[in-house]
């Protein structure tokens, strides 16, 4: 499934991160590497999300340590992150809802140099609504269509890892599906590491290639997919 050559593109150890005095992530280990699904599974409130803000430098993690592609990454804010290859895709989506989709598409660009201000073909195959809506406002899309925009911003700058926090939530099957085919031609290429936060089990075990699961801020299961079953995947992450 995965064509990873076991170099971790995304490395943290003994992450942690607080709001004010409390303390939501404790001592994170865990490894995401290229070509592969890593899916970062939990109940609701045990720290997945400030996981992926941790990573992305959009809240400041309070210690521990965070390489991408091997390379060691002093506590950053979100923009040098981003120049580093990492691509966040917020729950929520965060699109700039008076902006036309061409005109969001075109914010992906701060951390490319000139020549590349463009949308690569690729980007309209992946996502052909957005290529027949490019005039249009972000904020009269559809919650699928303004998820499938806020993923298609991400790909622009060309990232190296992908994190992506509940790309299905509150969205139609259809779109579900597209979403999921999209994710698995990413993999395929085998150039990027994807990180996937997703309360959805079927939709995240069906694309799974490594699986964190998390407790209170910790990490209580990682599993392999050849040894993730998933009897005890559901198990850890049901309430």
Known sequence: MSISDGKPMLETRDLTLKYGHSQIL???SMQARAGEVTCVMGTNGVGKTSLLKAISGSHPRAGGDLSIDGEVIPPAPAHVLAQKGVGYVPQGR???PLMTVMENLETGYACLPRAEHFVPDEIFELFPVLKQMRARRGGDLSGGQQQQLAIARALIAKPKLLLLDEPTEGI???IIQQ???VIKYLRGKGE???VLVEQFFDFAYGLGDHFVVLKRGEVVLERDRASAERDVLLEHVSV
């Open 26 to 28: 404790h001592g994170i």
């Open 94 to 96: 965060d699109i700039f």
């Open 172 to 174: 139609q099957p259809n």
């Open 179 to 181: 979403i999921g085919e």
């Open 192 to 194: 990027m590491a994807i």
